[in-house]
C-alpha cells in the first residue's frame, strides 16, 4: 500500500502518492472515471486534486461523487483562479467538443483568467456543491499572478474562510518562478505549495533554498521525461519521491493497470 505522510506545517494527512483528475474526461463514462478513482483508492492513494478547469468542472462532479461513498477517507484540493469556458455545467460531449474545436480556436477552450475575490467567492461554494461536501481540504490558488491579483485581499478572504470553516488549508499551486515575491517574503498566501517540479531541471530546489521542505510537487511526467510503459513509470515516479522525501507526488494517469505498480514504490 501507498504510503501516508503529515504534509509539512500542516495536520493534513495525505498519502504519499496524490491522484490527479485533470485528465479524468478523457474517459467517455462514468462508470470508468469511477472506476479509475476506486483504483488509485484501493492502493492506497487517499489525497485526490482538482479544479473547476479540469474538464471544465467535469472533474469536481466526478470527484464529487467518489468523495460521497468515501467520507473521511480521502481528502481533496481544488483550486480558484483558473475558469471553464462556458458553462459549469457541460457535459462530457459538450466537454470534448468544446476541446476539438478549440485546437482550432483557442479561446473556445482556454481558461478564464480571474483574480477577484468575488469570482473566487462564487466558485468556491459551486466546488462545495460539485465535491458534495461543506469544507475544503485545501484551496489552492491556480497558477496565480503576484501582478494580476491583491495578496493582502485574498489573504483575508481565505482566512474569512478558514474561519467560517469552509475550507481547513490553502495555499499556492504552479510554477516557482512566478511565486518568487511570495516566497521571499515567506508570505502567508503560500501555506502549503504545489509546485511543478522536475528530474532534471529540478525546479522544486529554490524552495529547498528557502528553508522550506517539500510539500506537493508534480510535473514529472512532461517532455523528455514522460513515461511509455509501466516499468519507466514506476523508475520516475521512484526517483520523484526521492526527491520529495517529505510530502506528496501528485500524478495522474488514465488506465488503471499503471496504478498496480505503485504499491512499494517507496521501498526500491
Request: hydrophobic content about 40%.
Amino acid at each position: 500500500m501507498i504510503g501516508r505522510v503529515i504534509l509539512p506545517g500542516t495536520g493534513l494527512n495525505v498519502s504519499r502518492l496524490s491522484f490527479g483528475t485533470a485528465s479524468l474526461h478523457h474517459l467517455h463514462s462514468s462508470r470508468a472515471r469511477q472506476a479509475l478513482l476506486q483504483a488509485a483508492l484501493d492502493i492506497g492513494i487517499t489525497h485526490f486534486d482538482t479544479s473547476p478547469y479540469y474538464g471544465f468542472c467535469l472533474a469536481e462532479r466526478e470527484l464529487g461523487v467518489f468523495h460521497e461513498r468515501n467520507r473521511g477517507v480521502i481528502t481533496m484540493a481544488t483550486k480558484v483562479g483558473l475558469y471553464p469556458p462556458g458553462s459549469q455545467s457541460q457535459g462530457s460531449v459538450s466537454v470534448w467538443t468544446r476541446k476539438i474545436i478549440g485546437k482550432a480556436i483557442p479561446r473556445l477552450s482556454r481558461a478564464v483568467v480571474d483574480w477577484s475575490v468575488s469570482v473566487a467567492e462564487k466558485s468556491l461554494q459551486r466546488s462545495l456543491k460539485r465535491l458534495k461536501t461543506a469544507r475544503i481540504d485545501l484551496l489552492l490558488l491556480h497558477e496565480p499572478s503576484p501582478q494580476a491579483l491583491d495578496s493582502e485581499e485574498f489573504l483575508s478572504w481565505l482566512d474569512a474562510q478558514e474561519r467560517k470553516g469552509t475550507l481547513r488549508y490553502w495555499g499556492l499551486a504552479g510554477n516557482v518562478a512566478p511565486m518568487a515575491k511570495w516566497l521571499a517574503g515567506n508570505h502567508p498566501l503560500g501555506r502549503i505549495l504545489q509546485v511543478k517540479d522536475s528530474l532534471s531541471r529540478r525546479e522544486a530546489d529554490v524552495i529547498a533554498g528557502t528553508g522550506r521542505e517539500l510539500q506537493i510537487t508534480y510535473g514529472y511526467f512532461h517532455a523528455s521525461e514522460r513515461a511509455s510503459g509501466a516499468r519507466a513509470t514506476g523508475e520516475v515516479l521512484t526517483r520523484a519521491l526521492q526527491r520529495n522525501k517529505t510530502g506528496s507526488v501528485l500524478f495522474s494517469t488514465r488506465r488503471r493497470e499503471r496504478l498496480a505498480i505503485m504499491p512499494g514504490l517507496e521501498s526500491r
